[in-house]
């Protein structure tokens, strides 16, 4: 389910006659194969019998059976081969049969192959699950030796994607908590940031059930720039903390202080961002749909990440004594 135009590869059957000569009947006539094959031939292709010269070009010859006889579905069998100890038809030399073969060899890097492609209909399923139910049909299939099956298209570049994209993912990560141990000066409170913006990322994931839209290239792109986004409302809420501990408050009293200070600017500029994000997750306008996962994803992560950001980070910092 979920495929459309479906195509196996196979351009088209290319019908074939072919004739197995037995060499004991084809000696008896005191002929050779060749030479039957030769007469075979010029029955049913003609041969060069010499030109008629016209007043500005010469004009071949070619003498063969008429069209009437050679387009005759068993003139085969029955063409005659004449030979020095007399004749027998084609039939009789052999054993000649109807039969098909491809009408066109694929090949890549000197192996045959068949493409079958097909389309994915996105009104019923989505690249994802067409690709997880073709390969578990496929993985039943018992197949030859030296026979391999590849999947490309769509599915290969989307997992390439993936795979790009995790690495940009941890470098961002690896980015992000060098820039807070160097500003901090500790790798506690910048952990727990990280744990919370781990934490924010499942609001994108249940974000996008809800919505039914797939995980793809530009969901992931989204999860990407969550990590910046919740990393930064944990930045200004540790930075709040520590400048209000520096002042002579209690660790716990930091806390507060910092959440009371910067509740607004958090929710400010989530707010504003999923504002912005809000047309686009709904689909409006040219090329909208395309970045439609995107914005869903931030939206929900946004919003779950600032749940945890303001109510869980804080007992994080206080568990991990980050705010000393």
């Known amino acids: 389910n979920g495929l459309e135009d479906l195509f196996n590869g196979v351009q088209g059957d290319l019908p074939e006659v072919k004739a197995q000569l037995d060499p004991v009947r084809v000696t008896r006539l005191g002929l050779t194969p060749e030479d039957v094959i030769n007469q075979s031939r010029a029955g049913l292709f003609g041969v060069d019998a010499g030109s008629i010269r016209e007043p500005d070009r010469l004009v071949p010859i070619r003498v063969r059976l008429p069209d009437s006889v050679r387009f005759d579905a068993g003139v085969t069998s029955s063409l005659p081969i004449v030979g020095p100890n007399g004749w027998a038809s084609l039939g009789q030399l052999g054993r000649v049969t109807d039969t098909t073969e491809v009408s066109e060899l694929v090949r890549e890097n000197l192996r045959a192959m068949v493409v079958v492609t097909a389309a994915i209909d996105n009104q019923v399923s989505d690249l994802g699950s067409v690709m997880k139910e073709v390969r578990a049909r496929v993985g039943k299939i018992l197949l030859p030796p030296g026979v391999t099956i590849e999947f490309g298209g769509l599915d290969a570049g989307q997992r390439e994607s993936f795979h790009q994209l995790l690495i940009v993912a941890a470098l961002a990560v ?55 986004l919740i990393v930064k409302n944990g930045i200004i809420f540790l930075d709040a903390a520590g400048h209000a501990r520096t002042r002579g408050l209690s660790p716990d009293d930091a806390l507060v202080e910092a959440g009371r200070i910067r509740l607004r600017p958090i929710l400010m500029t989530t707010l504003c961002t999923i504002a912005g994000l809000f047309p686009l997750a709904l689909g409006l306008g040219a090329g909208a749909e395309l970045q439609r996962p995107l914005a869903v994803a931030v939206i929900g992560g946004l919003m779950l990440s600032t749940l945890v950001t303001l109510v869980l980070l804080p007992v994080g910092l206080k568990v991990i004594r980050a705010v000393g």
Not at 174 to 184: E, I, N, S, T
Not at 200 to 219: C, M, Y
Request: net charge positive; proline share 4%; aromatic share 8%.
């Open 174 to 228: 690896g980015a992000v908590l060098l820039v807070m141990v160097g500003q901090f000066g500790t790798f506690r409170g910048p952990l727990m940031i990280l744990l919370a913006a781990s934490l924010g990322l499942t609001g994108a994931i249940v974000a996008l059930t809800i919505t039914g839209i797939p995980f793809n290239v530009s969901s992931f792109m989204g999860l990407i720039l969550l990590i910046g």
